[in-house]
């Protein structure tokens, strides 16, 4: 079974997460799918870095310390909403559930106030469907060209 290591995101990843931020299939992908600018995303980076209503983890993987990808949260209340961008060369290895599962966890030791988490993956975007399905995330409802999925704290993490 894959594992991976979550910690904070910190300066040092903002060069990687804008390469990967700006990988046509993350562009397809995104909800903002437009080209992002090295400013707007070191503004953005920085900023996401301070905000007490936002968490950045990266995902490394243990035997080579490799950077997986980014897990970002926005939390709302008792609430928190959550998306994953994975480098690209590390797509399709089977690493996105188990990023997303073991971020969820470190996440919670940290925000235990978080009674749902909340994901809208565009309704193009199966693999991610099905990635977060795999984390324990169940289907809510359509709406436009997104479907949303939550994970509760009564929902159990599957990986």
Same mark, same amino acid.
């Given at each position: 079974?894959?594992? %991976?290591? %979550?910690?904070?995101?910190?300066?040092?990843?903002?060069?990687? %997460? /804008?390469?990967?931020?700006?990988?046509?299939?993350?562009?397809?992908?995104?909800? +903002?799918?437009?080209? %992002? =600018?090295?400013?707007?995303?070191?503004?953005?980076?920085?900023?996401?870095?301070?905000?007490? =209503?936002?968490?950045?983890?990266?995902?490394?993987?243990? =035997?080579? +310390?490799?950077?997986?990808?980014?897990?970002? /949260?926005?939390?709302?209340?008792?609430?928190?909403?959550?998306?994953?961008?994975?480098?690209?060369?590390?797509?399709?290895?089977?690493?996105?559930?188990?990023?997303?599962?073991?971020?969820?966890?470190?996440?919670?030791?940290?925000?235990?106030?978080?009674?749902?988490? +909340?994901?809208?993956?565009?309704?193009?975007?199966?693999?991610?469907?099905? =990635?977060?399905?795999?984390?324990?995330?169940?289907?809510?409802?359509? +709406?436009?060209?997104?479907?949303?999925?939550?994970?509760? $704290? $009564?929902?159990?993490?599957?990986?």
């Amino acid at each position: 079974m894959k594992s %991976v290591i %979550v910690r904070n995101a910190d300066q040092l990843d903002c060069n990687d %997460v /804008f390469d990967w931020r700006n990988d046509p299939m993350s562009i397809k992908m995104s909800h +903002n799918s437009k080209h %992002v =600018s090295w400013n707007e995303h070191l503004a953005w980076f920085s900023g996401s870095l301070k905000d007490p =209503s936002r968490a950045l983890f990266v995902c490394e993987d243990p =035997s080579s +310390n490799i950077k997986i990808g980014i897990v970002r /949260f926005d939390l709302i209340d008792d609430s928190s909403t959550v998306s994953i961008n994975l480098a690209p060369d590390m797509r399709g290895k089977g690493f996105s559930a188990i990023c997303l599962t073991s971020s969820i966890d470190f996440f919670r030791k940290r925000f235990p106030h978080i009674s749902v988490i +909340n994901a809208t993956i565009k309704s193009s975007n199966i693999k991610s469907q099905k =990635s977060f399905t795999r984390a324990g995330f169940a289907f809510k409802k359509k +709406n436009g060209d997104t479907k949303l999925y939550a994970l509760t $704290n $009564n929902s159990k993490n599957m990986t």
